[in-house]
Nanobody, 129 residues
């Protein structure tokens, strides 16, 4: 299994970025793809998760008004659209995957990121004030 993120960069506060995660080596419908971030000196934080099987999408409360996972384009790529970015969103962003056991698996992964099985290498997001 391989997960490759892209789309990070430097943006001013209030701006937007769209991250991509391309997955290979897995049966997409059997997995939850999630976005996790880690800021320097802080713990990992689950942002959002997506399951193509059932179309279940979950967001952390801290970002659900600003971050979205756009509609699935049928390819093995999951996006994270981040709007109205704030300096506190500065972090390394990772995509990760875990087995989908139920329609609610994505919700579990949001607050239990250690349960993800595979991780990408991450992409850095820096938001300047």
């Amino acid at each position: 299994v391989q997960l490759v993120e892209s789309g990070g960069g430097l943006v001013q506060a209030g701006g937007s970025l769209r991250l991509s995660c391309t997955a290979s080596g897995l049966t997409f419908d059997d997995y939850v793809i999630g976005w996790v971030r880690q800021a320097p000196g802080k713990e990992r934080e689950g942002m959002a998760s997506y399951s193509r099987n059932g179309g279940n999408i979950y967001y952390a409360e801290s970002v659900e008004a600003r971050f979205t996972i756009p509609s699935d384009d049928g390819k093995n790529t999951v996006y994270l659209q981040m709007n109205n970015l704030k300096p506190e969103d500065t972090a390394d962003y990772f995509c990760a995957d875990g087995r989908r056991f139920t329609a609610y698996s994505g919700r579990v992964y949001i607050s239990n990121t250690e349960q993800y099985t595979y991780w990408g290498q991450g992409t850095q997001v820096t938001v300047s004030s």
